[in-house]
């Protein structure tokens, strides 16, 4: 029992051992490959690699040599030794590498270089902080562009909008001043009317019987005259007045109506190029439009004026006014 306590020590120590030699051949593997890779390169670091191959060599020897010394002798002595050397090859597996950078008598290039990556570094900054500088100074700029064009722009709506508050105060007070000029409509009884346009009567006025008319081919009451004309001859006020409407009719064609005064009012048919607007004021011998081309209900008459006088919207004989 106790002969296999001895030989499952003995196998625990050489596998130990062996585990030792492994691993301090693995780190000086290690080591030439850094080293060769880093060749090219000064660090500042120098680990001296060949002093721990060296080391691993004559620990390996040791232990060959303590390992046979076990296996002839068989004695406790000899296992305490072995024991011991063991320990020291397994304080050997350290990282030479932290004791190298850390030891006082190694120069450390990282403090070295640090001023050198700082003032990169500020010069960088720099360089950036200029950069950026300009870009401000440049958004600086493109914002001054901009804003001198909305300020252009600013103006042109401005400029823009006084004209057209300019113009329609200008017309607000030319309506204000025609109003303010215009005669009391004070057509009457025994006032006349001026021809609108020169050229025989094609129907006659009739509300007591009925006339014929040749485009409709029937006979009917007539409220106005129809006036013989040539187109684009020039119709004119046939009295003072103001126009009350302007508008489009199928029989009548284009049509102006003005007040007189006292309840008298004049319709213009059959006209074009109109030059009065509702609201204003014509004087009499006024040109307010042009003969326009018959619509299809005065075919057969030909060009003519459609002129009819009311009085409270009751049809009036112009012929008795016209002289």
Same mark, same amino acid.
């Given at each position: 029992? @106790?002969r296999?306590? @001895?030989? $499952?020590?003995?196998?625990?120590k050489?596998?130990?051992?062996?585990?030792s030699?492994?691993v301090?051949?693995?780190?000086?593997?290690?080591?030439?490959?850094?080293?060769?890779?880093?060749?090219?390169?000064?660090?500042?670091?120098?680990?001296?690699?060949?002093?721990?191959? *060296?080391n691993?060599?004559?620990?390996?020897?040791?232990?060959?040599?303590?390992?046979?010394?076990?296996?002839?002798?068989?004695? @406790?002595?000899?296992?305490?030794?072995?024991?011991?050397?063991?320990?020291?090859?397994?304080?050997?597996?350290?990282?030479?590498?932290?004791?190298?950078?850390?030891?006082?008598?190694?120069?450390?290039?990282?403090?070295?270089?640090?001023?050198?990556?700082?003032?990169?570094?500020?010069?960088?900054?720099?360089?950036?902080?200029?950069?950026? @500088?300009?870009?401000?100074?440049? $958004?600086?700029?493109?914002?001054?562009?901009?804003?001198?064009?909305?300020?252009?722009?600013?103006?042109?709506?401005?400029?823009?909008?006084?004209?057209?508050?300019?113009?329609e105060?200008?017309d607000?007070?030319?309506?204000?001043?025609?109003?303010?000029?215009?005669?009391?409509?004070?057509f009457g009884?025994?006032?006349?009317?001026?021809?609108?346009?020169?050229?025989?009567?094609?129907?006659?006025?009739?509300?007591?019987?009925?006339?014929?008319?040749?485009?409709?081919?029937q006979?009917?009451?007539?409220?106005?005259?129809?006036?013989?004309?040539?187109?684009g001859?020039?119709?004119?006020?046939?009295?003072?007045?103001?126009?009350?409407?302007?508008?489009?009719n199928?029989?009548?064609?284009?049509?102006?109506?003005?007040e007189?005064? *006292?309840?008298?009012?004049?319709?213009?048919?059959?006209?074009?190029?109109?030059?009065?607007?509702e $609201?204003?004021?014509? *004087?009499?011998?006024?040109?307010?439009?042009?003969?326009?081309?018959?619509?299809?209900?005065?075919?057969?008459?030909?060009?003519?004026?459609?002129?009819?006088?009311?009085?409270?919207g009751?049809?009036?004989n112009?012929?008795?006014?016209?002289?």
């Amino acid at each position: 029992m @106790r002969r296999r306590n @001895r030989d $499952g020590a003995r196998k625990e120590k050489i596998i130990m051992a062996l585990s030792s030699v492994f691993v301090l051949a693995a780190l000086t593997a290690t080591g030439l490959f850094i080293r060769g890779k880093n060749e090219d390169r000064s660090d500042g670091y120098v680990v001296d690699f060949s002093s721990i191959e *060296n080391n691993g060599t004559e620990l390996a020897q040791n232990d060959t040599e303590n390992v046979q010394e076990i296996a002839g002798t068989g004695q @406790r002595g000899n296992m305490q030794e072995t024991e011991n050397s063991a320990v020291t090859a397994d304080d050997l597996d350290y990282d030479p590498y932290y004791q190298e950078t850390n030891s006082l008598s190694v120069e450390n290039e990282e403090e070295e270089t640090e001023p050198e990556e700082k003032t990169a570094e500020q010069s960088n900054a720099g360089s950036g902080n200029d950069k950026d @500088r300009e870009k401000n100074e440049k $958004g600086e700029e493109g914002m001054m562009d901009e804003s001198k064009d909305t300020a252009d722009s600013g103006e042109q709506d401005g400029t823009l909008e006084e004209v057209a508050a300019m113009e329609e105060m200008e017309d607000t007070m030319a309506i204000a001043t025609s109003t303010s000029i215009q005669p009391a409509l004070t057509f009457g009884d025994e006032d006349s009317l001026t021809w609108p346009i020169v050229g025989n009567v094609l129907i006659n006025y009739s509300m007591d019987k009925t006339v014929y008319f040749p485009t409709l081919e029937q006979y009917k009451y007539n409220p106005a005259i129809i006036i013989s004309a040539v187109e684009g001859e020039a119709i004119t006020a046939a009295a003072n007045g103001k126009v009350s409407s302007v508008y489009q009719n199928p029989e009548l064609g284009n049509v102006v109506v003005m007040e007189l005064g *006292n309840g008298y009012e004049l319709t213009y048919g059959q006209l074009k190029d109109i030059t009065v607007s509702e $609201g204003g004021f014509v *004087n009499q011998g006024e040109i307010i439009g042009n003969v326009a081309a018959p619509t299809k209900y005065y075919s057969v008459e030909g060009c003519n004026v459609y002129f009819k006088l009311t009085k409270n919207g009751v049809p009036v004989n112009p012929m008795s006014k016209l002289h």
